[in-house]
C-alpha cells in the first residue's frame, strides 16, 4: 500500500496533536506552597485498572467520595502510633486528597509532631502537622516519604516522650505506597 508523503505528513500532525493534547499542565513536581489536587483520565485509569486491586474501596454515599485503603495498612494495636493514609477520590471535580487516619495513640491527630534522624549523615529536623486541612495533611504526609525514601528512623514527640513512628518494615512500605500511589494519581512524581 502506497502512502503519499502528504498522507503521511498529515497523519504525524494529527496524531502530534492528539499527544500534545493529552500533555498535563503538571510539571511531576509537588509544590509544597501551593499542592494541586487535580486529577487526570490517564491518571485515574490507571489507578483504577492496576492499582485498585491492592486497595479496599468505601463508597460514602452522602458525600459520593471514594476513599481507598491499602490492604496492608496496620489497625491492630492502639500500643503505639500507627497513622494510616486514604487515597479520597472526589470524582465529580476530578479530584483527589490524602487522609490521613491516626490511631487513638495520638494525643491531637491534628496537631503532630515527628522528629527524623539519618544516622548516616548525623543529621536531624522536624516535621509537623499543625492543622486538619487537606493542604497541610498532603504536605505532612509528603514530608513523610520523602524522609521514607531516604531511610530516616521516624519518631513521634507527645508529652515530652519520644515513640518510635513507622519502624516496622510493613508500615513503612504501606504508607509509602500510599504516598506514590496518590502522586502517581495527581500525576507527580
Known amino acids: 500500500m502506497y502512502i503519499s508523503g502528504k498522507t503521511l505528513l498529515l497523519q504525524l500532525l494529527i496524531l502530534q496533536g492528539l499527544l500534545m493534547g493529552c500533555n498535563t499542565k503538571n510539571n511531576g513536581k509537588l509544590d509544597l506552597e501551593k499542592p494541586s489536587f487535580q486529577t487526570y483520565d490517564d491518571t485515574e485509569m490507571f489507578f483504577k485498572n492496576v492499582r485498585q486491586i491492592y486497595y479496599e474501596?468505601?463508597?460514602?454515599?452522602?458525600?459520593q467520595l471514594k476513599l481507598y485503603r491499602l490492604k496492608k495498612q496496620n489497625q491492630s494495636t492502639q500500643a503505639r502510633p500507627i497513622l494510616n493514609l486514604a487515597l479520597v477520590h472526589n470524582w465529580r471535580y476530578d479530584e483527589a486528597y490524602l487522609l490521613l487516619e491516626p490511631n487513638d495513640f495520638f494525643e491531637n491527630p491534628r496537631q503532630i509532631s515527628l522528629q527524623w534522624t539519618l544516622?548516616?549523615?548525623?543529621?536531624?529536623?522536624?516535621?509537623?502537622?499543625k492543622s486538619g486541612s487537606k493542604e497541610a495533611m498532603l504536605v505532612f504526609a509528603y514530608q513523610i516519604y520523602q524522609r521514607l525514601l531516604l531511610?530516616?528512623?521516624?519518631?513521634?514527640?507527645?508529652?515530652?516522650?519520644?515513640?518510635?513512628?513507622?519502624a516496622d518494615k510493613q508500615e513503612r512500605e504501606a504508607f509509602r505506597v500510599s504516598v506514590a500511589d496518590y502522586l502517581r494519581l495527581i500525576q507527580t512524581k
Do not use: M, V
Request: glycine share 6%.
Open 57 to 63: 474501596l468505601e463508597n460514602q454515599e452522602n458525600t
Open 119 to 129: 544516622p548516616q549523615e548525623k543529621s536531624t529536623g522536624l516535621i509537623q502537622l
Open 151 to 166: 531511610n530516616c528512623d521516624l519518631a513521634l514527640e507527645q508529652a515530652g516522650k519520644k515513640h518510635p513512628f513507622l
